[in-house]
């Protein structure tokens, strides 16, 4: 399984970007997706997840209302769309991908994309 995050950058504070992370190499109909991000000098902490089957979503408290992750089951690609932005969203991005649909804990994940940096300026 391979997946490729893309669609980082710089933005200022108040403005979006959209993330992708597109999968292959596995079938992941019962499989659960999700994005991670870590800050400079932080852990690494769940921004959101979704179950591939049923589409079902999650989100940190800290992100809801302002980010949405999505999928598009054709070309087996997820989502983020990130609105509202402030600096402190700054972290790498990473996508992941969990063959057993458990979503929330980094150790949930069996495949994890290298990371795109989103820096948000003020």
């Known amino acids: 399984v391979q997946l490729q995050a893309s669609g980082g950058g710089l933005v200022q504070a108040g403005g979006s970007l959209r993330l992708s992370c597109a999968a292959s190499?596995?079938?992941?109909?019962?499989?659960?997706m999700g994005w991670f991000r870590q800050a400079p000098g932080k852990e690494r902490r769940f921004v959101a997840a979704i179950k591939w089957s049923n589409g079902r979503t999650y989100y940190a408290d800290s992100v809801k209302g302002r980010f949405t992750i999505s999928r598009d089951n054709a070309k087996n690609t997820v989502y983020l769309r990130m609105n509202s932005l402030t600096p402190e969203d700054t972290a790498v991005y990473y996508c992941?991908?969990?063959?057993?649909?458990?979503?929330?804990?980094?150790?949930?994940?069996?495949?994890w994309g290298p990371g795109t940096l989103v820096t948000v300026s003020s």
């Open positions: 190499g596995g079938t992941f109909s019962s499989w659960a």
């Open positions: 992941a991908a969990s063959s057993g649909g458990r979503y929330y804990f980094g150790y949930d994940y069996d495949y």
